[in-house]
């Protein structure tokens, strides 16, 4: 059966979607929790609507692949398929839409990278915070990366627009280990043709890789993000 979440864009914020931990469990009994959440959002249809009606994410029925089957495949999921890959070493899960204009960061290199995204909290069934509505459309999020030997480090850079939707809600600016996975497989670049797009994941984050209410929550998220480079 089709699950159907509306949203109302009117009021964005944080608004009662943050949960507090129950101090009658234990975090072995939260992390229970978050592996069946997980496991039951793998196997749910899941849409995502406006409050018009409009769809904003099909989620779907989500058929996971391994690492090994991820890379004989070139690094890619299978769209038609709705695959995701799960890294085993994270729990990370993720989909790449697009691999998107540009290319693949390089040893050295640092890039700013504007992100627009949509958060789902899944153990509370409902969007919790986004950056993709027109009061954000002027104030992204925007990360500062470096990648040294594949390794990627990033923070969330407050200096051009007093931070995006994320800093303003979490207040912080470390980044989610969870949203640099994608960093090694998809491209960093800007739309120059009309044929190009900037890459588009979708990730399911869980709190060891999540920012810190997720992680301090032990609640997993799933996360519609996309990465462009900013212009100098």
């Known amino acids: 059966m089709r699950k159907i979440i509306y949203i109302l ?31 039951a ?16 994410i099909h989620v779907g029925k989500i058929n996971t692949i391994s690492e090994g089957e991820f890379y004989a495949q070139d690094s890619t999921t299978n769209l038609e398929r709705n695959e995701y890959v799960v890294f085993e070493n994270t729990g990370v899960y993720m989909q790449i839409v697009r691999k998107g204009a540009g290319e693949k960061m390089k040893n050295g290199q640092q890039k700013r990278i504007i992100c627009r995204y949509t958060e789902f909290n899944i153990l509370r069934d409902s969007v919790q915070t986004t950056n993709n509505s027109a009061y954000w459309q002027t ?64 990730l399911i984050v869980p709190h060891s890789q999540g920012h810190s209410d997720a992680s301090s929550n032990v609640y997993p998220c799933f996360y519609e993000i996309t990465y462009q480079e900013m212009r100098n």
């Open 9 to 39: 864009f009117a009021v964005l914020g944080v608004g009662g979607g943050l949960q507090s931990c129950d101090d009658g469990e234990t975090y072995a009994e939260q992390r229970e929790k978050e592996r069946d959440a997980i496991s």
């Open 41 to 56: 959002f793998l196997n749910r249809d899941v849409v995502i609507r406006l409050s018009d009606g409009e769809e904003l």
């Open 139 to 202: 104030n992204p999020d925007i990360m500062d990366v470096t990648d040294t030997y594949g390794t990627f480090t990033a923070s969330f850079n407050t200096s051009v627009n007093g931070g995006g939707a994320m800093y303003q809600y979490y207040g912080s600016k470390a980044v989610p280990a969870g949203w640099l996975v994608p960093l090694t497989y998809i491209n960093i670049g800007r739309q120059i043709n009309a044929d190009e797009e900037i890459a588009k994941v979708r």
